[in-house]
């Protein structure tokens, strides 16, 4: 085969889902696997429910994904001329022709193939009329009254439809727009897409596209038709099942690299692996190991797969993602050394981004509150004197590093009898304001000398005006 132009055809009636990003993502990785085409369509005929803000949420969500286009995007708004030329050389050619027929018309003569136990369907009435073009007139494709389509499919397999049962489908309507079927096959003709991988909801669609196909002496693109992605309760996937878009998963503190290997497991499967980084996908993405079973969306398995991820990165790659969630909070950040230190800290516990964001916030603010049951845990009268010890000793290192924290605690420890806990809670209210954080050394390293001085003074004070 040529070089392989895969495509993706998004209707802008709403935002990106669950379903059409995995279809995005197949699409997207064989052409780069392959290192052939990915083009994006813009499916938007349906002028009524179609809107620009839904193109560029799509528009957003594909950038998010890191899923990028090598053409487009195209509109079929734009392409009507196209579609007509090509109807024109169908009707010119015989294999489609100009049917006057009412809607009434024609509901009649299903309800009359109904009475006779046929498929309910259009009788072919204006077949031979070779009526011209008028107002009320629409395009019908003539079909063959007999045999089988065959859709040869690199998933499902083949699967077979009698022609009989598919009547002569109209390809323009009456207004002299060109309808669904129609329009796409020429959009794909025109765009060279030889490789079309969408969900087998389509499949129904197919055999009157391989139709057109064959009026146009055009030759076939490889079809492979994946199974839809389901709930745990195997219906289909809703909002109920966490379908939302896939711009609310970025909100929701989700790392784009996390999602595109949670959405190409939905259906495709190398050996026992789980985790795949966007490399190794790129490289090891193939069509014969897309599976025929629907898959289940578990929210809580994408929530793994995220920790995992975060966990893979560095700090410097998270900062980049992680400063959006921070200012989302009121926080404005950089990616310095500063942050960098800050998401060493918290990654091994964080599963999302946001929950990362929430987790950072005591180490930027410049006041600290104090959680009221924590201070009256932990800030009783002879905790001052080992705070002030602590912060004294703090001050006095002229090398603030993780060896030489745990030799200072290990010396209070012994002047105190102290064990670790009773010293390193009271010290994390002092230093966060709560009972929970990173590991004591971690947390004081990446808030530094300065600020847990400051932190140590003012809580000092604060115990001081209880008495």
Same mark, same amino acid.
């Given at each position: 085969?040529?070089?392989?132009?895969?495509?993706?055809?998004?209707?802008?009636?709403?935002?990106?889902?669950?379903?059409?990003?995995?279809?995005?993502?197949?699409?997207?990785?064989?052409?780069?696997?392959?290192?052939?085409?990915?083009?994006?369509?813009?499916?938007?005929?349906?002028?009524?429910?179609?809107?620009?803000?839904?193109?560029?949420?799509?528009?957003?969500?594909?950038?998010?994904?890191?899923?990028?286009?090598?053409?487009?995007?195209?509109?079929?708004?734009?392409?009507?001329?196209?579609?007509?030329?090509?109807?024109?050389?169908?009707?010119?050619?015989?294999?489609?022709?100009?049917?006057?027929?009412?809607?009434?018309?024609?509901?009649?003569?299903?309800?009359?193939?109904?009475?006779?136990?046929?498929?309910?369907?259009?009788?072919?009435?204006?077949?031979?009329?070779?009526?011209?073009?008028?107002?009320?007139?629409?395009?019908?494709?003539?079909?063959?009254?007999?045999?089988?389509?065959?859709?040869?499919?690199?998933?499902?397999?083949?699967?077979?439809?009698?022609?009989?049962?598919?009547?002569?489908?109209?390809?323009?309507?009456?207004?002299?727009?060109?309808?669904?079927?129609?329009?796409?096959?020429?959009?794909?003709?025109?765009?060279?897409?030889?490789?079309?991988?969408?969900?087998?909801?389509?499949?129904?669609?197919?055999?009157?596209?391989?139709?057109?196909?064959?009026?146009?002496?055009?030759?076939?693109?490889?079809?492979?038709?994946?199974?839809?992605?389901?709930?745990?309760?195997?219906?289909?996937?809703?909002?109920?099942?966490?379908?939302?878009?896939?711009?609310?998963?970025?909100?929701?503190?989700?790392?784009?690299?996390?999602?595109?290997?949670?959405?190409?497991?939905?259906?495709?499967?190398?050996?026992?692996?789980?985790?795949?980084?966007?490399?190794?996908?790129?490289?090891?993405?193939?069509?014969?190991?897309? $599976?025929?079973?629907? @898959?289940?969306?578990?929210?809580?398995? /994408? =929530? !793994? &797969?995220?920790? *995992?991820?975060?966990?893979?990165?560095?700090?410097?790659?998270?900062?980049?993602?992680?400063?959006?969630?921070?200012?989302?909070?009121?926080?404005?950040?950089?990616?310095?050394?500063?942050?960098?230190?800050?998401?060493?800290?918290?990654?091994?516990?964080?599963?999302?981004?946001?929950?990362?964001?929430?987790?950072?916030?005591?180490?930027?603010?410049?006041?600290?509150?104090?959680?009221?049951?924590?201070?009256?845990?932990?800030?009783?009268?002879?905790?001052?004197?080992?705070?002030?010890?602590?912060?004294?000793?703090?001050?006095?290192?002229?090398?603030?590093?993780?060896?030489?924290?745990?030799?200072?605690?290990?010396?209070?420890?012994?002047?105190?009898?102290?064990?670790?806990?009773?010293?390193?809670?009271?010290?994390?209210?002092?230093?966060? $304001?709560?009972?929970? @954080?990173?590991?004591?050394?971690?947390? /004081? =390293? !990446? &808030?530094?000398? *300065?600020?847990?001085?400051?932190?140590?003074?003012?809580?000092?004070?604060?115990?001081?005006?209880?008495?």
């Amino acid at each position: 085969m040529d070089t392989i132009i895969t495509r993706f055809p998004p209707s802008p009636s709403g935002y990106l889902h669950i379903g059409g990003a995995r279809t995005a993502l197949f699409n997207w990785l064989y052409a780069r696997k392959t290192k052939g085409k990915f083009i994006l369509r813009i499916e938007d005929t349906d002028e009524a429910r179609s809107t620009k803000e839904s193109v560029d949420a799509i528009l957003e969500s594909l950038e998010w994904l890191g899923i990028d286009w090598d053409e487009g995007p195209y509109f079929q708004t734009h392409r009507y001329d196209i579609y007509n030329d090509h109807i024109e050389k169908l009707v010119a050619s015989g294999h489609a022709y100009h049917c006057s027929c009412t809607a009434e018309e024609v509901n009649s003569m299903r309800e009359d193939a109904k009475a006779k136990g046929k498929n309910p369907q259009y009788n072919g009435k204006c077949r031979n009329r070779n009526l011209s073009r008028t107002d009320n007139t629409v395009v019908r494709l003539k079909t063959p009254a007999t045999g089988v389509t065959i859709v040869e499919d690199v998933v499902k397999g083949n699967t077979a439809f009698g022609n009989a049962e598919i009547d002569d489908f109209i390809i323009q309507r009456s207004n002299g727009v060109a309808m669904y079927n129609l329009a796409v096959v020429v959009d794909d003709l025109t765009m060279n897409i030889n490789t079309i991988i969408r969900g087998d909801d389509h499949l129904v669609n197919t055999p009157k596209q391989i139709l057109i196909y064959q009026a146009l002496g055009a030759e076939l693109p490889v079809f492979g038709h994946v199974p839809m992605v389901l709930g745990a309760d195997k219906a289909r996937l809703s909002k109920r099942h966490g379908a939302m878009s896939v711009g609310e998963y970025k909100n929701m503190g989700f790392l784009a690299d996390a999602m595109i290997n949670y959405l190409v497991r939905l259906g495709w499967s190398h050996g026992d692996q789980e985790f795949f980084e966007r490399r190794d996908l790129i490289e090891k993405f193939d069509l014969e190991h897309l $599976g025929r079973s629907a @898959s289940m969306f578990d929210a809580d398995k /994408l =929530l !793994a &797969l995220n920790a *995992k991820h975060i966990q893979a990165k560095s700090p410097k790659e998270l900062g980049e993602h992680l400063l959006f969630h921070l200012s989302a909070l009121g926080i404005e950040a950089q990616n310095d050394a500063f942050t960098q230190a800050i998401i060493e800290t918290l990654q091994p516990r964080s599963k999302t981004l946001v929950e990362m964001a929430k987790a950072a916030v005591f180490y930027y603010k410049d006041e600290i509150e104090f959680d009221q049951k924590a201070a009256d845990k932990f800030f009783k009268p002879e905790i001052e004197q080992m705070l002030t010890k602590i912060c004294d000793a703090i001050e006095a290192l002229c090398d603030y590093t993780q060896e030489n924290l745990e030799n200072l605690f290990k010396q209070i420890m012994e002047e105190t009898g102290l064990g670790f806990g009773k010293i390193a809670q009271p010290l994390r209210v002092a230093i966060t $304001g709560t009972t929970v @954080s990173p590991g004591i050394f971690e947390m /004081l =390293l !990446a &808030l530094g000398q *300065k600020k847990t001085i400051q932190r140590l003074r003012k809580a000092i004070i604060f115990i001081q005006a209880l008495a």
